[in-house]
């Protein structure tokens, strides 16, 4: 039971990305602009801390979010797709003319009792 | 009335030490309208070496700069001024060409309001003094201004022309040199800007450089060589920036968005009078600029005795929104910024409606057709809720409104506090008491009483909580791009007698 999943398309750009960058994490951000969209960053670029909550592992790399936007995510199920588009953020994939979106359903019944 | 796309040249470059220069690596992206996703035309995909380039030439200039006059720096800025106004229509529709947004609002808003912090930053210069305190008998404290140095600025596409010049001339008059990043999406109007006003500054004073965010955004970022950092965007890039400013000790200022409640009591409905049309008209500006604008007013909370009769106006006043050719001046709501912003717009309209929210209008995209059938619309949208539902709390950045109901004063400052974010607010009451006390009570930097989406110059305007920090169209930002130097003097002619 995963809180959130990669789609074929997205992980490939993923993949395409390590080959340039090396280690990589997502962070969803929030606010204004290109706000409530996951940005990849080099892992080691990114500062985690406790106030970062790990929501799963997709195409190898962690997803976080930070503890108090977790509080109003954490019923729903979240996809990273990609689209075509042009962020301005400090997101790796912005050169390809692509950017991570997030899908969104909420959680049913059952995988509410096994992740809340 | 109508306007039409303005001619472009095939390929632009950056704007460094006074000329344009093409990008070292002689690499391009494509810039497209989202009116019709047409190519306008081809930007520099700056690199590094071209950031560096223009910070050569920043800090090259900053200290003839920093010791020109503030008569000087003042007259400068309003020549820009009268150069944008001279200029307004032309200026205008190429904004509305190149941000989606329709003609009315740039003619009227976005460039006229540009023009006027060009002139206010000129006159708050000249209007402000030094301190001097006598200590005692024989000290003087005396505290001078200066620049900080070179300052980096990373814009929005939002209001592309109108955010560089929020930013811009506060750096600028108080004698600091900048690099400027526009966002990707709207790179034009800052170009052309510099075509007009390329030889108003000496050399070095102002560059702009294009390009990507990870590529260009974050060299200027993180460079040793820049004096402090304006960002205006989201919360992770927000973080980055800090991380980067925090190695190099320096300060920052960031606009980081919000999510804004605009609340109506029910004193708003005790006569059918202009003031309750002003009032409807309140509500109904979430769809201004599309929702892309940091204060949208994006929670709807209306006293609940007042609830149907007040949201059967708004939902008439919002039915009657005209979206169309954002080159007709009949035209209020035009089109989203670009396709990933539209592609986000629709995954919220989804998950709103999973998660119950009930249409009250719109609630999908506008496929207009012809011209603008590739263009990205998205149709106004009420959708009725609770506060815990993730349309209330995420910034959509699209004309979408979530309404809800509130019973008593208390229940609507704990709704409208009930979001990570103190950007902006609206109170909309006739009750005098009201109008002082909710607004006081309100966590966010910007309460609108009895009105809405006001921006004038002289009026402070910023965040609190994760919204940011810092003040900007004031002449307190003057001070953020400052330093102070204190000259503590003493007239005593007596040694201390320690040694």
């Given at each position: 039971m995963e809180r959130v999943e990669i789609t074929e398309a997205a992980t490939k750009v993923v993949r395409q990305l390590q080959q340039k960058h090396g280690p990589l994490l997502f962070h969803l951000s929030g606010g204004c602009c290109d706000g409530s969209s996951p940005m990849v960053l080099e892992?080691?670029?990114?500062?985690i801390d406790e106030s970062d909550v790990l929501l799963g592992v997709v195409a190898g790399l962690n997803f976080y979010m930070n503890q108090d936007q977790y509080e109003y995510w954490k019923h729903t199920h979240l996809t990273i797709d990609v689209t075509k588009g042009r962020g301005s953020s400090f997101s790796l994939e912005i050169p390809l003319g692509l950017r991570f979106i997030i899908h969104s359903r909420l959680l049913d019944e059952k995988e509410s009792k096994m992740l809340l | 009335m109508s306007y039409t796309k303005p001619k472009f040249k095939e390929k632009y470059a950056n704007f460094i030490n006074g000329a344009f220069v093409p990008p070292k690596g002689g690499q391009y992206f494509d810039n497209t309208s989202p009116v019709d996703n047409s190519l306008i035309a081809q930007y520099p995909r700056s690199q590094k070496e071209d950031v560096e380039m223009a910070l050569d030439a920043a800090n090259a200039a900053k200290e003839a700069w920093g010791n020109t006059s503030a008569t000087e720096r003042a007259s400068l800025l309003n020549k820009v001024a009268d150069i944008i106004e001279e200029n307004l229509e032309e200026f205008a529709v190429m904004e509305t060409c190149d941000n989606g947004k329709p003609i009315r609002e740039t003619i009227n808003a976005d460039i006229p309001l540009a023009v006027d912090h060009w002139r206010y930053f000129a006159a708050c210069i000249r209007s402000e003094e030094g301190s001097a305190t006598e200590l005692d008998a024989n000290?003087?404290?005396?505290?001078?201004?200066?620049?900080?140095?070179?300052?980096?600025?990373?814009?929005?596409?939002?209001?592309?022309?109108?955010?560089?010049?929020?930013?811009?001339?506060?750096?600028?008059?108080?004698?600091?040199?900048?690099?400027?990043?526009?966002?990707e999406q709207t790179p034009s109007t800052a170009t052309l800007l510099m075509e007009k006003i390329a030889d108003v500054f000496p050399p070095g004073v102002v560059n702009i450089v294009h390009g990507f965010g990870p590529e260009a955004g974050k060299p200027l970022a993180s460079s040793p060589r820049v004096?402090?950092?304006?960002?205006?965007?989201?919360?992770?890039?927000?973080?980055?920036?800090?991380?980067?400013?925090?190695?190099?000790?320096?300060?920052?200022?960031?606009?980081?968005?919000?999510?804004?409640?605009?609340?109506?009591?029910?004193?708003?409905?005790?006569?059918?009078?202009?003031?309750?049309?002003?009032?409807?008209?309140?509500?109904?500006?979430?769809?201004?600029?599309?929702?892309e604008v940091c204060t949208c007013p994006s929670r709807l909370l209306v006293q609940e005795d007042i609830y149907d009769a007040f949201m059967k106006r708004v939902v008439e006043r919002t039915n009657a929104i005209v979206q169309d050719n954002p080159y007709d001046v009949g035209t209020m709501v035009g089109a989203q910024a670009s396709n990933d912003q539209y592609e986000k717009i629709k995954s919220y309209l989804k998950i709103g409606?999973?998660?119950?929210?009930?249409?009250?209008?719109?609630?999908?995209?506008?496929?207009?057709?012809?011209?603008?059938?590739?263009?990205?619309?998205?149709?106004?949208?009420?959708?009725?809720?609770?506060?815990?539902?993730?349309?209330?709390?995420?910034?959509?950045?699209?004309p979408v409104v979530c309404v809800t109901k509130f019973k008593d004063e208390a229940e609507a400052l704990e709704i409208a506090n009930d979001t990570l974010y103190g950007l902006g607010a609206g109170v909309w009451t006739r009750d005098a008491h009201q109008l002082y006390q909710i607004p006081r009570a309100i966590k966010a930097g910007r309460v609108w009483v009895n009105c809405y989406h006001a921006y004038?110059?002289?009026?402070?305007?910023?965040?609190?909580?994760?919204?940011?920090?810092?003040?900007e169209n004031h002449v307190m930002m003057l001070n953020y791009y400052r330093q102070t130097k204190n000259m503590l003097i003493s007239y005593d002619k007596n040694k201390l007698g320690f040694f």
């Open positions: 892992e080691e670029d990114f500062y | 000290t003087l404290s005396m505290n001078i201004k200066e620049p900080l140095g070179v300052i980096g600025q990373i814009i929005p596409w939002n209001f592309p022309l109108l955010m560089l010049s929020w930013k811009l001339p506060p750096a600028l008059v108080t004698g600091n040199c900048v690099v400027l990043k526009p966002a004096d402090k950092v304006a960002f205006t965007g989201e919360t992770t890039t927000g973080q980055l920036i800090m991380q980067y400013a925090s190695k190099n000790l320096n300060p920052v200022t960031m606009e980081l968005g919000g999510k804004s409640p605009n609340i109506f009591f029910n004193s708003v409905m005790d006569a059918d009078d202009a003031y309750l049309d002003k009032a409807i008209e309140g509500a109904v500006l979430f769809a201004f600029n599309q929702g409606k999973e998660e119950g929210a009930k249409v009250l209008a719109g609630g999908d995209a506008n496929q207009l057709s012809g011209d603008f059938s590739d263009g990205f619309y998205i149709q106004p949208t009420i959708l009725e809720g609770h506060n815990k539902m993730r349309v209330f709390q995420e910034e959509i950045f699209g004038p110059a002289h009026a402070p305007f910023g965040g609190y909580k994760k919204s940011g920090f810092g003040r």
